[in-house]
């Protein structure tokens, strides 16, 4: 049997082990999707819930149609090996022929880097809760799509296979997810800093400690009470969304505010995703490797613009799977960078359009770097950095700029 029909075997085998061990188990499912944050706010839900009930999410990105029936299956994250899925295989349909321990709920993301993958994924696991992340005017995966539109399309799916007692929670701030509940009969809750939003972020502020950034602070309002919340080191207005997704989920179970902002304190935001890391020299690193589009650029050069430094240099790499949009994207990102940085590279060949759209804002040649490869920008990047300095790096993962993060970080 050749590679790619193994593949499919194992493919079919997993789907229908996920579907039988759903049917006989029953557990609530919450799912998470968006273009950005998806795994930020699945790991925030998580620590909201796992106070009170069992549940169990998916690890790293196990959110494809391989990824997710493994999660339901079981917790196979830290187990690998020669025998791994048959390991797999037998230990699912020992589940099903006995009534072995299992989740109440289960915290699932639901990709969808191509169309009908949603509905594929909704076939295995129909959720009781849908959490739309964001999408962004310029969504990831969007070059494999006939537009934004498609895009956001696709993802509403999940909040149109609710049933009307269950809840869709919608980002308020992002107008493509806010245009979703006119898509389903759930309740509808929403998130945000806008004004209207059922459940509001106020107050936000990034925390220090000294000259040392500590992590960010909010206020959570809902229902005419708030609460504050502190998230130790976690930096960006994206992981108080994703704060604020989880605490909507948490309310649609019974919890309320004041327990809620108390499980947040066992809430860590992911690697690689607006981490705080010590760098060589006495500087510091907002290390976002873990991924790029041009809302979570955004998003990223924000955060870095809310840290006290004395000099910035953004390492910034291509943002892929963006299709035509790719050069107007990229020169969006270089306008946003002479009033926040001082010092630019760019790594990868689209990259060079960030390098144009800084020029063009008034950002001066001398002080723009181009490269090829992270290989060939980490030791340039190492020469640049003086004590005092904060270094942004963030592309998409196949630029590789977790190479310049190893190259330039305190050992």
């Known amino acids: 049997m050749n590679k790619e ?7 079919r085998t997993l789907r229908l082990l996920a579907i039988l061990t759903i049917k006989k188990y029953r557990p609530g499912v919450i799912a998470v999707t968006g273009s950005v944050g998806k795994t930020s706010t699945k790991r925030a839900i998580y620590a909201v819930l796992q106070r009170h009930r069992h549940v169990r999410m998916s690890s790293k990105n196990f959110n494809n149609e391989i990824g997710m029936p493994l999660t339901i299956l079981g917790d196979w994250q830290k187990i690998s090996g020669k025998f791994f ?12 022929i006995l009534p072995l321990r299992y989740p109440e709920l289960l915290v699932l993301e639901y990709a ?22 964001a999408i962004g005017d310029i969504p990831v995966h969007v070059e494999f799509y006939s537009g934004p ?31 979703m509940k006119e898509r389903t009969r759930a309740h509808i809750m929403t998130y945000g800093f806008g004004e209207h939003s059922h459940l509001r972020i106020s107050n936000f502020e990034t925390r220090m400690e000294g000259d040392e950034p500590a992590g960010i602070a909010f206020k959570l309002n809902y229902g005419g009470s708030f609460v504050p919340v502190r998230l130790d080191g976690c930096f960006g207005k994206a992981q108080a969304y994703a704060a604020a997704a989880a605490a909507c989920v948490g309310i649609a179970f019974g919890l309320n505010l004041v327990k809620i902002a108390e499980a947040l304190l066992d809430y860590d935001s992911p690697p690689s995703r607006g981490k705080i890391l010590k760098g060589i020299k006495h500087t510091y690193i907002l290390d976002d490797t873990y991924n790029a589009a041009p809302l979570s650029m955004e998003a990223a050069i924000d955060t870095a613009n809310d840290l006290k430094a004395k000099r910035k240099i953004a390492v910034l790499g291509d943002m892929l799977e963006i299709g035509q949009y790719t050069p107007e994207a990229h020169e969006s990102i270089g306008k946003l960078i002479p009033k926040r940085f001082n010092i630019l590279v760019t790594v990868g060949s689209r990259a060079k359009f960030i390098a144009e759209g800084a020029v063009q804002a008034g950002m001066a040649k001398k002080n723009i770097y181009s490269f090829d490869t992270a290989d060939e920008a980490k030791l340039e990047v190492q020469k640049l950095m003086k004590k005092g300095d904060l270094v942004l790096v963030k592309a998409s993962r196949g630029i590789q700029l977790d190479k310049v993060v190893e190259e330039i970080k305190e050992i």
């Open 5 to 11: 029909k193994l593949q499919h075997y194992l493919q």
């Open 85 to 96: 899925w048959a390991k797999v295989i037998f230990m699912s349909v020992l589940r099903l």
């Open 112 to 133: 969808a880097d191509k169309p009908g993958d949603i509905r594929y994924l909704l076939d295995i696991a129909r959720p009781q809760i849908g959490v739309i992340t």
């Open 149 to 179: 539109e498609a895009v956001a399309r696709e993802k509403s799916k999940v909040v149109e296979a609710l049933s009307s007692i269950g809840f869709a929670v919608l980002n308020n701030d992002d107008e493509a997810v806010y245009k």
